[in-house]
């Protein structure tokens, strides 16, 4: 009774005590100790909890498939098999390809065997083949991240070795061909040309994994600037000038993305071959056997055919004024043949040495006008520039943009960046 009593009282007094020590105020500068725990990192990739697994990690060898390294993780046969069965719908274990890296998580343990295997198919894409009971496949994503960059650089060698010089990728000079592929000849940059570049870079952890959206450049060529805006009409995002005029020519200025010329057009040239002086009325464009062919413009293809010393070759129609044609192939392209509408860029065959050659090349030819021309001095027709009832809105885009490649020097590394959110 007396403790009951005593227990009583002191439910009554503790208020008392509280308020009387200064009110609700004091109460909340009242601190009351507490440990506090942080909580465990967890180990997570591929969307899973690895600490939950024993991790085993490698990369495909030569020759290896995917049931030796299963086998090898306690997966018996009749299992692989039905992973290669159910694999076919979604990602065929015969895609898996040497030098890739793969991911084995294992029961933690005695029986070691392997829940999932994890198969990196570059370093953005991964499959995640989960082995339990009933067996999925399925494609993810790392997650990526970009980085905005601002970056200029001057041409002492190559476009290609000045951007690596300058800590970026060659991807870059793919997506700088591209966009000037109708206004400059990569094969004829040389030193002393100087660009400047924005751009967002892509990047996986640590990595770097390739180029996103360039948002404007300058390439200044034989002392001349090519300005580039990227700007949206007729639902299509182009590029354009600082006259509002579209990059994008009539046609492309190389049938190849990349290779060196090894013989212009003249009138007088000493033929490999035949030993002796005669005009060659067309531009060669030596590359490896194999390299993608590419229409430089929208046409008609009138010939696709061999002939003895012209070999395999494509000669397309692009209008009552130009015609292009293509020699020397190891094959045609897929579907290629005389009556066939081709668009601008399209694969119309391949590099090779067929007809009267030495090596690997495409005779690229030019008429205009029923003559043959040289291509690499002719002042080609554009597309249509920014319409006039979208000016206002692009002069808007293209000064703030404008503003910021002039505001970067032509220095060797220079460089300035940002993380974008």
Same mark, same amino acid.
């Given at each position: 009774?007396?403790?009951?009593?005593?227990?009583?009282?002191?439910?009554?007094?503790?208020?008392?005590?509280?308020?009387?020590?200064?009110?609700?105020?004091?109460?909340?500068?009242?601190?009351?100790?507490?440990?506090?725990?942080?909580?465990?990192?967890?180990?997570?990739?591929?969307?899973?909890?690895?600490?939950?697994?024993?991790?085993?990690?490698?990369?495909?060898?030569?020759?290896?498939?995917?049931?030796?390294?299963?086998?090898?993780?306690?997966?018996?046969?009749?299992?692989?098999?039905?992973?290669?069965?159910?694999?076919?719908?979604?990602?065929?274990?015969?895609?898996?390809?040497?030098?890739?890296?793969?991911?084995?998580?294992?029961?933690?343990?005695?029986?070691?065997?392997?829940?999932?295997?994890?198969?990196?198919?570059?370093?953005?894409?991964?499959?995640?083949?989960?082995?339990?009971?009933?067996?999925?496949?399925?494609?993810?994503?790392?997650?990526?991240?970009?980085?905005?960059?601002?970056?200029?650089?001057?041409?002492?060698?190559?476009?290609?070795?000045?951007?690596?010089?300058?800590?970026?990728?060659?991807?870059?000079?793919?997506?700088?061909?591209?966009?000037?592929?109708?206004?400059?000849?990569?094969?004829?940059?040389?030193?002393?040309?100087?660009?400047?570049?924005?751009?967002?870079?892509?990047?996986?952890?640590?990595?770097?994994?390739?180029?996103?959206?360039?948002?404007?450049?300058?390439?200044?060529?034989?002392?001349?600037?090519?300005?580039?805006?990227?700007?949206?009409?007729?639902?299509?995002?182009?590029?354009?000038?600082?006259?509002?005029?579209?990059?994008?020519?009539?046609?492309?200025?190389?049938?190849?993305?990349?290779?060196?010329?090894?013989?212009?057009?003249?009138?007088?040239?000493?033929?490999?071959?035949?030993?002796?002086?005669?005009?060659?009325?067309?531009?060669?464009?030596?590359?490896?056997?194999?390299?993608?062919?590419?229409?430089?413009?929208?046409?008609? =293809?009138?010939?696709?055919?061999?002939?003895?010393?012209?070999?395999?070759?494509?000669?397309?129609?692009?209008?009552?004024?130009?015609?292009?044609?293509?020699?020397?192939?190891?094959?045609?392209?897929?579907?290629?043949?005389?009556?066939?509408?081709?668009?601008?860029?399209?694969?119309?065959?391949?590099?090779?040495?067929?007809?009267?050659?030495?090596?690997?090349?495409?005779?690229?030819?030019?008429?205009?006008?029923?003559?043959? =021309?040289?291509?690499?001095?002719?002042?080609?027709?554009?597309?249509?520039? =920014?319409?006039?009832?979208?000016?206002?809105?692009?002069?808007?885009?293209?000064?703030?943009?404008?503003?910021?490649?002039?505001?970067?020097?032509?220095?060797?590394?220079?460089?300035?960046?940002?993380?974008?959110?």
């Amino acid at each position: 009774m007396m403790l009951k009593n005593v227990k009583y009282l002191l439910l009554l007094l503790v208020p008392t005590l509280l308020y009387s020590c200064g009110g609700d105020d004091n109460i909340a500068d009242v601190a009351i100790p507490t440990d506090t725990v942080p909580a465990p990192k967890v180990n997570m990739a591929y969307g899973l909890n690895l600490d939950s697994f024993i991790v085993k990690e490698g990369k495909i060898k030569k020759n290896q498939v995917i049931s030796e390294i299963l086998l090898l993780n306690h997966v018996p046969w009749p299992e692989i098999d039905h992973l290669s069965k159910k694999a076919k719908e979604v990602y065929s274990l015969r895609k898996l390809r040497s030098g890739k890296n793969y991911t084995v998580l294992c029961k933690n343990d005695s029986t070691e065997k392997a829940q999932y295997f994890i198969y990196e198919a570059n370093a953005i894409d991964y499959v995640v083949f989960d082995l339990r009971d009933t067996m999925t496949v399925t494609i993810a994503q790392k997650e990526v991240t970009e980085k905005r960059r601002e970056v200029a650089g001057v041409i002492n060698s190559s476009l290609y070795q000045t951007l690596i010089d300058i800590n970026c990728s060659a991807g870059l000079a793919m997506e700088l061909s591209e966009i000037y592929a109708w206004s400059i000849d990569f094969y004829r940059i040389q030193k002393g040309d100087k660009f400047k570049v924005i751009f967002n870079e892509k990047w996986v952890e640590d990595t770097k994994v390739g180029v996103g959206e360039i948002e404007c450049a300058l390439f200044v060529h034989h002392s001349e600037n090519f300005y580039a805006f990227p700007f949206e009409q007729n639902h299509v995002i182009d590029y354009f000038d600082e006259n509002a005029k579209s990059l994008r020519k009539a046609f492309l200025k190389s049938p190849l993305k990349f290779g060196r010329i090894s013989s212009s057009f003249t009138m007088r040239r000493y033929h490999p071959v035949q030993k002796r002086w005669k005009a060659h009325l067309g531009t060669d464009y030596a590359a490896p056997k194999g390299t993608p062919i590419l229409a430089v413009g929208d046409g008609k =293809v009138i010939e696709a055919r061999y002939k003895k010393f012209n070999g395999n070759y494509v000669k397309i129609k692009h209008n009552g004024t130009y015609t292009t044609q293509y020699l020397h192939m190891s094959k045609f392209a897929s579907g290629i043949r005389s009556g066939k509408y081709v668009r601008q860029g399209d694969v119309i065959g391949y590099v090779g040495s067929t007809g009267l050659a030495t090596g690997p090349h495409v005779c690229f030819r030019f008429w205009k006008n029923g003559k043959q =021309v040289n291509h690499r001095t002719q002042k080609l027709p554009s597309s249509l520039p =920014v319409k006039k009832e979208l000016m206002q809105d692009y002069q808007s885009v293209m000064d703030t943009l404008k503003m910021q490649l002039d505001g970067i020097p032509f220095s060797d590394g220079n460089e300035v960046e940002g993380q974008i959110s």
